[in-house]
């Protein structure tokens, strides 16, 4: 649930009831409220607000995707655009893979000799 999350995030970011009510600009009882899954459906307003002082996407508030799923994914847009401004073309992308499998099958054969 969305309070859950929310409630999950604050504790791990640091922050007090307190601290994000008032960063949110949101009354604390409304915050404890939601925290506690007695209001079940913010408005997106005040979703939107909790959002930006937690510092996450609000998709993962609303649609339950987790924190660690959202930083991957963001790390790999980065790499992705990292891979781009490096120059790397899509057509070339099969070849890198070609070397990630050799990586990989080199990392099973030493595994093997330990």
């Known amino acids: 649930m969305i309070g859950d999350k929310i409630h999950k995030i604050r504790k791990r970011k640091g922050l007090t009831l307190t601290g994000l009510a008032e960063k949110a600009n949101i009354s604390k009882s409304y915050l404890s409220n939601i925290e506690r899954n007695i209001n079940k459906n913010p408005s997106i307003q ?5 959002a930006v002082v937690l510092q996450v996407d609000m998709k ?12 991957l994914e963001e790390e790999w847009l980065v790499f992705i655009k990292e891979l781009k401004d490096s120059g790397v073309q899509k057509e070339q992308i099969n070849d890198y893979r070609k070397v990630i499998q050799f990586i990989k099958w080199q990392n099973e054969c030493t595994k093997g000799d330990n």
């Open 46 to 50: 005040v979703l939107r607000k909790i």
């Open 60 to 71: 993962m508030l609303i649609n339950g995707e987790d924190e660690v799923t959202q930083q």
